[in-house]
């Protein structure tokens, strides 16, 4: 069974660059077809995509923050890490990584969350 556990500061300064990691245990990064993503939900909202890696190394983003944001993968250490820069307290949320399993993004079935980093955004 995969496990996944964030880390990463728990406040941000406005314009700042967020970088969070994930831990991956249970699962193999580099199987074929799995994806490992960033989701975030802000008080009120719905989840929110923010991008993904795949078993491959290949990178997907949201359109929304794609000018912002960058996923990377260190597989020798099981984990993933999401960055994102110019942060404002718009960016607060809980930030969760997640695996899936899908033949294409599109088709991606998430599967495993991690209990997610609360990240807050102020001055």
């Known amino acids: 069974q995969v496990q996944l556990q964030e880390s990463g500061p728990g406040l941000v300064k406005p314009s700042q660059t967020l970088s969070l990691s994930c831990a991956v245990s249970g699962g193999s990064m580099t199987t074929f077809y799995y994806y490992w993503s960033w989701i975030r939900q802000s008080p009120g909202k719905g989840p929110e995509w923010m991008g993904a890696?795949?078993?491959?190394?290949?990178?997907y983003t949201s359109p929304s923050l794609e000018s912002r944001t960058s996923i990377s993968r260190d597989t020798s250490k099981k984990q993933f890490t999401l960055q994102l820069s110019s942060v404002t307290p718009e960016d607060t949320a809980m930030y969760y990584c997640?695996?899936?399993?899908?033949?294409?993004?599109?088709?991606?079935?998430?599967?495993?969350w991690g209990q997610g980093t609360q990240v807050t955004v102020s001055s």
């Open positions: 890696i795949d078993y491959s190394g290949k990178t």
């Open positions: 997640v695996k899936g399993e899908g033949t294409s993004i599109g088709r991606v079935e998430w599967d495993y």
